[in-house]
């Protein structure tokens, strides 16, 4: 209970630090709360990934892309700022050993990233929720940015601070990146082996396909 509240009716009220407020389940700021949410979410993917190991590799790819990976944290990737929260490099790792498991070889990042890929793109749909944490949080901003500035209309409300720094990362990006010769024509990558900066080239590629996603 917070000290400076008289009011008898407020007395009533929880004090929640801004760091463990939630709103329909999504944690609103960095800090404990967003976490134990990433937290818990990669333990359900370490035991999915368990107990998946039971089945065909092909109904386990159909199941980690349509109901383990990137949709089951869809809701936390759109309504938290989760862009640097640790356990996401945490929950990528658990769906590449997936991945390894399903192919039955160790993949290296410059594979992995492949793989990532959606399938429109050359790779398994299975995507790296580190490279949908920012396209997927902007994207959802704008499309409640109207709703939000007719109700909020009467009332000055200081600027997202989240939103505003995922925007200059976003346009840092989006004036860094281009489309690279080694795409081909069709978009998707084509055969590196051997180069030092393959996995950043590889890398530069996934996020130059996830802008060009976003505008579309």
């Given at each position: ?5 008289t ?13 463990d ?80 498991n ?22 398994l749909?299975?995507?790296?929720v ?29 600027s ?10 976003w ?12 795409l ?28 060009l996603?976003f505008?579309?």
């Amino acid at each position: 209970m917070h000290s400076d509240v008289t009011d008898s009716t407020l007395l009533f009220f929880v004090y929640v630090q801004s760091s463990d407020a939630e709103q329909l389940g999504a944690p609103l700021f960095p800090g404990s709360a967003l976490d134990a949410a990433w937290t818990k979410r990669c333990e359900d993917l370490t035991r999915a990934v368990h107990r998946l190991a039971e089945i065909r590799s092909q109904d386990v790819l159909i199941l980690l892309r349509a109901s383990f990976s990137a949709p089951t944290v869809q809701h936390l990737l759109r309504c938290s700022p989760s862009v640097h929260v640790s356990a996401l490099q945490t929950f990528d790792g658990h769906l590449r050993l997936a991945v390894s498991n399903i192919t039955n070889s160790g993949l290296s990042d410059t594979q992995w990233i492949q793989a990532s890929l959606p399938i429109k793109y050359g790779g398994l749909g299975i995507r790296r929720v580190v490279s949908l944490a920012l396209p997927v949080f902007l994207a959802a901003a704008a499309s409640n940015f109207d709703l939000q500035t007719q109700i909020l209309a009467s009332f000055f409300c200081p600027s997202d601070s989240f939103l505003d720094l995922y925007l200059s990362s976003w346009s840092r990006e989006d004036e860094r990146l281009s489309w690279p010769g080694w795409l081909t024509y069709s978009g998707r990558l084509s055969h590196i082996s051997g180069h030092p900066s393959d996995t950043g080239r590889a890398q530069d590629g996934e996020r130059t396909l996830a802008r060009l996603s976003f505008y579309r």
